[in-house]
T-cell receptor, first 113, second 114 residues
Framework: DTAVSQTPKYLVTQMGNDKSIKCEQN?????MYWYKQDSKKFLKIMFS???????INETVPNRFSPKSPDKAHLNLHINSLELGDSAVYFC????????????FGPGTRLLVL | GEDVEQSLFLSVREGDSSVINCTYT??????LYWYKQEPGAGLQLLTY???NMDMKQDQRLTVLLNKKDKHLSLRIADTQTGDSAIYFC???WGSGGGADGLTFGKGTHLIIQP
């Protein structure tokens, strides 16, 4: 059984489009995250979401908006895609904020043309 | 702010031990982690250590933590070709109220020579 799943696995789109990436966890965790891994493999946190409280990394453009319909899902919506948005986006979950384990999804590889 | 540093590459011969080093700056980190990423794959949690421990062993993996020097290492005994991957050191920040998350190093590419 997949603990943290993401769809789609690959996403190729044109500049200016709006797209969404979905994330689901079946672990019963309270906290979810989005991370971005760029072409040099550098990983940085974008958002954390805990019990309907969203904490935003201030370096993330406001074109990125996470949406959580329920505790098991944290989707990432991106408006007006730019070339620099091309990256691998990882969703992660944690039992609660500050807990010792954080499990990652398989990643969504986004390519903006 | 928080910063995690690690060497970008490490080359070892198959069968030797690999030691991947990491330094971090946030002395309030509660947990420190090693993640493995194989080509085209996601992040696999290998092991983690609580900040009040100085060593943790799990089969071929040994984690050493020097809290005074803010230095973390991962030793892989009897390195195999399947260990070829990028290894990310990460520190946990935040607890209680407010934001929390992981800060990652840039990753160490472990290259195995036959």
């Amino acid at each position: 059984d997949t603990a943290v799943s993401q769809t789609p696995k690959y996403l190729v789109t044109q500049m200016g489009n709006d797209k969404s990436i979905k994330c689901e966890q079946n672990l019963g965790h309270d906290t979810m995250y989005w991370y971005k891994q760029d072409s040099k493999k550098f990983l940085k946190i974008m958002f954390s979401y805990n019990n309907k409280e969203l904490i935003i990394n201030e370096t993330v453009p406001n074109r990125f908006s996470p949406k959580s319909p329920d505790k098991a899902h944290l989707n990432l919506h991106i408006n007006s895609l730019e070339l620099g948005d091309s990256a691998v986006y990882f969703c992660a979950s944690s039992p609660r904020r500050g807990s010792e384990t954080q499990y990652f999804g398989p990643g969504t590889r986004l390519l903006v043309l | 702010g928080e910063d995690v540093e690690q060497s970008l590459f490490l080359s070892v011969r198959e069968g030797d031990s690999s030691v991947i080093n990491c330094t971090y700056t946030d002395s309030s980190s509660t947990y420190l982690y090693w993640y493995k990423q194989e080509p085209g794959a996601g992040l696999q949690l290998l092991t983690y250590i609580f900040s009040n421990m100085d060593m943790k062993q799990d089969q071929r993996l040994t984690v050493l933590l020097n809290k005074k020097d803010k230095h973390l290492s991962l030793r892989i005994a009897d390195t195999q070709t399947g260990d070829s991957a990028i290894y990310f050191c990460a520190e946990r920040w935040g607890s209680g109220g407010g934001a929390d998350g992981l800060t990652f190093g840039k990753g160490t590419h472990l290259i195995i020579q036959p």
